[in-house]
């Protein structure tokens, strides 16, 4: 039988190209044949294993002398790997990722070349990735090389771990920056070793003497958005940029899964991780961005401190056409916020079924939205399990929008039981061009 490293380049590359990236790595470590042949085909989609077996790590020293390795990557999907509540993971969970001096040297490379696009990630988070702490740094990291990326999920995310590194911690840091705060202040947990830093041109302990006040919030060492205590900030949401200046890896992406997607109204969505709301415009302004898919952001803190959705000197409108909002603890106000900065939805799906008490009027959530969606049909809209049809037939019932000029009542039946609604929205202006809502009409029974 024939030795399998004597297999001419034709076959080989047909029986790798059947393999997924784990066996592919594998193969690339081999031999030279193998490596030589592996190399060759493109990686279009990839699953990233966070916290499981050290995957991230071993996919991101790959990728550190090999970038063009994501130049066809269109697909991303990050899983968070195990249960961190468990003990056996827990114990994987905590191992340290170690890099060699000469990989370390490269990271500061990367970091100090203007030309580099992994310059732009913060200081923070390249230390948490040489101290090999925690892989989810690691998902920025690849977004610096994945121009070309259309798909991106993050998956199901737990904070669990490292909130038990932090709770001797009083500051008010976000979470992520609470890990890397912890390991540089233990330098000996978990064989955690502070001097591969050396590298670098700050070494800083900054944390260590900082003092936050009880209306003290944080963000970054480098300062910027600050956020209410009991919000989570992934390192995600500190590099991915801001409207005109994304990471390459979110210059094309067209849907984003913030969250969890493979989930029903069934399943028990209620989670203690909740991050910043205010981070959702600069993901809706992603430039081509078609579908979103969010769960678990909020401007309500689980301390009662509350923030407002808003941006300052943005333009345009956003791409988006196809917005989901799950188990998100946001206020009427917020929504009606996030109407404003929206334009091509055709599909709205806003569902709240743990935090159902912030929602006073779907109505008026409805009213906002199609307000500046020329395209928003009531039938297309869902808010708490309702359509945007009966949103309006519950709220007629109910008294309100009956003088509303722009809700015409059509009674019918004998007694008069029976009447059809006609809601036209309010007009939208884009570019000094008005525009009138179209007519949907709704049935039911007034109370």
């Known amino acids: 039988m024939a030795n399998i490293t004597a297999l001419p380049f034709e076959l080989l590359f047909d029986i790798f190209h059947r393999l997924d990236q784990h066996d592919l790595a594998r193969c690339k470590r081999t031999c030279k044949s193998f490596n030589e042949t592996a190399q060759q085909i493109p990686l279009p989609s990839l699953t990233l294993k966070l916290h499981l077996n050290q995957h991230a790590w071993k996919f991101a020293r790959y990728l550190l ?67 090999g702490i925690d892989a989810e740094a690691l998902v920025p990291f690849i977004l610096c090389f994945a121009k070309n990326l259309e798909y991106l999920k993050l998956g199901d995310f737990e904070t669990y771990f490292w909130e038990r590194h932090s709770l001797e911690d009083d500051s008010k840091l976000p979470r992520r920056s609470k890990v890397l705060s912890y390991f540089l202040r233990h330098a000996d947990h978990g064989g955690s070793d502070i001097s591969v830093l050396e590298d670098f041109n700050d070494v800083t302990t900054r944390y260590e003497d900082s003092e936050y006040s009880d209306n003290d919030s944080s963000h970054d060492d480098e300062g910027g958005i600050f956020h209410p205590s009991e919000y989570l900030a992934l390192w995600f949401h500190m590099n991915m940029g801001e409207p005109g200046d994304y990471l390459p890896g979110l210059a094309n992406l067209k849907t984003l899964i913030h969250g969890n997607d493979e989930l029903d109204e069934n399943d028990n969505w209620y989670s203690v991780n909740i991050w910043n709301a205010g981070f959702l415009i600069n993901l809706l302004y992603l430039p081509k961005l078609k579908r979103i898919w969010i769960d678990r952001c909020g401007t309500c803190a689980h301390d009662g401190r509350e923030l407002e959705i808003a941006a300052e000197n943005i333009e345009g409108k956003s791409t988006v056409e196809d917005l989901n909002l799950w188990e998100c603890s946001l206020r009427d106000r917020d929504f009606i916020e996030l109407a404003r900065y929206t334009k091509n939805l055709t599909v709205l799906n ?40 009966e949103a309006f037939v519950d709220a007629i019932a109910d008294g309100r929008y009956r003088d509303d000029p722009k809700v015409t009542i059509v009674r019918s039946g004998d007694e008069g039981l029976d009447y059809h609604c006609r809601y ?18 709704v049935s039911s029974e007034p109370a």
């Open 350 to 389: 806003l569902r709240n079924q743990d935090y159902s008490g912030l929602i006073d009027d779907a109505a008026s959530l409805v009213r906002a939205f199609r307000k500046h969606n020329r395209k928003l049909k009531l039938d297309k809209i869902t808010v708490e399990g309702s359509t945007g049809v």
């Open 65 to 131: 002398f090999k970038p063009e390795a994501c130049d066809q990557l269109k697909e991303l999907r990050v899983k968070w790997g195990v249960n961190t509540l468990s003990s056996s993971s827990y114990n994987i969970s905590v191992r340290r990722w170690i890099w060699s001096k000469r990989e370390i040297r490269r990271f500061r490379q990367l970091s100090d070349s203007p030309e580099s696009p992994a310059s732009r990630l913060t200081p923070d988070t390249f230390k948490t990735i040489v101290l």
């Open 424 to 441: 036209d929205s309010d007009s939208y202006t884009d570019n000094n061009s008005d525009y009138e809502g179209d007519s949907d009409s």
